[in-house]
């Protein structure tokens, strides 16, 4: 979002913008199909007639019906809806003003965003713009909103051109937004663009540049994308390895569980009757007695009741060692 010092250059910069945006959208109505380039440019009927084809070619010429205001015009409808909170004035400003995200979306389109969400975040940042505009600073509306149609464009692209976000952080986003501007930068002033130097124009660190420069870099692919023209080839998501394991091992797990079940019951045979009954009742079991309860039961103290327990869990683990050789697998 646009900072204060941001506010004052919007002020040095406002010819520059002004005449931009003039030179954009400021143009002859049978112009107006050149915004949205070749694809949207109306197509001629039988009759000769030029009709709007597209949603983006019909909605430039409905902004086109929206003239920009005098400077005059736009102080006193700023001051109706401070004042007031006029929602007539707020729709007359952001109408009139529609244009500016217009000119700016269009210097996204080579990011192959469609163009109409371009505009439509644009629109909020307009929107985002009207609140925050002080009539005090002397700089005409469309050239400070400029900033906030950026910034919300901008913010769209980083947030939904990719199929992985690279974005998450604040250092992350200076980094998106200027790393190849940077690049280019010190590559016109001579100088080699190593992760060192551009991490101490960006003030990031250099661990930063190294991640941000290998995710732009990098391709994506969509799982869901067919493998081959025709649709039974399937997609990429077929040639992932499933997450189950595999039959064999399913099969030689389920063995291993039912001999463990099996050596199990032939282990408690071999047990005292106190001891039987705290592996079945304490180690065994779903509800199983405390060391407390045990204790009770058999007039004994908690702490030998611990002990009994850790030796039975001892033998057991001794048989089932020598008996099963798979045991830690099945531990596993």
Do not use: C
């Not at 192959?112 to 307009?126: H, P, R, S």
């Not at 930068?185 to 190294?210: I, N, S």
């Amino acid at each position: 979002m646009p900072s204060s010092h941001q506010e004052n250059e919007s002020q040095l910069e406002e010819d520059e913008i002004s005449a931009s945006v003039e030179a954009e959208l400021l143009v002859e109505p049978e112009k107006t199909e050149d915004l949205a380039g070749d694809e949207t440019r109306p197509e001629q009927s039988e009759t000769t007639d030029l009709v709007p084809t597209t949603t983006l070619s019909r909605y430039l010429v409905e902004v086109r019906r929206y003239p920009f205001l005098s400077k005059e015009e736009e102080l006193a409808l700023f001051h109706e809806y401070r004042m007031t909170g006029s929602r007539d004035a707020a729709v007359k400003l952001i109408l009139s003003n529609l244009r500016v995200s217009v000119a700016i979306a269009k210097e996204y389109a080579h990011t192959g965003a469609d163009q109409m969400d371009l505009i439509q975040e644009g629109n909020v940042g307009l929107m985002q713009a009207m609140k925050k505009f002080d009539v005090s600073r002397n700089v005409r509306f469309y050239a400070y909103a400029a900033w906030w149609v950026r910034a919300y464009i901008l913010r769209y692209l980083l947030q939904s051109h990719r199929l992985v976000k690279i974005g998450t952080t604040q250092e992350q986003r200076k980094l998106f937004y200027n790393l190849k501007k940077e690049k280019a930068k010190l590559e016109r002033e001579g100088f080699v663009p190593d992760a060192k130097l551009l991490a101490d124009r960006l003030q990031v660190r250099e661990r930063d540049v190294l991640e941000m420069d290998q995710r732009l870099g990098s391709w994506e692919l969509s799982l869901d994308q067919p493998i081959g023209k025709d649709k039974d080839d399937g997609t990429f998501l077929d040639l992932l390895p499933a997450p189950a394991p595999r039959i064999d091992e399913a099969v030689a797990q389920k063995e291993l569980k039912l001999l463990f079940r099996k050596k199990l019951g032939e282990f408690s045979k071999t047990l005292e009757e106190r001891d039987e009954d705290i592996l079945r009742n304490r180690l065994l079991s779903e509800t199983p007695l405390t060391l407390e309860e045990i204790g009770r039961k058999y007039s004994i103290t908690k702490e030998r009741s611990r002990q009994l327990e850790a030796r039975i869990i001892k033998r057991l683990r001794d048989v089932m060692k020598a008996e099963l050789k798979d045991f830690d697998a099945l531990r596993g």
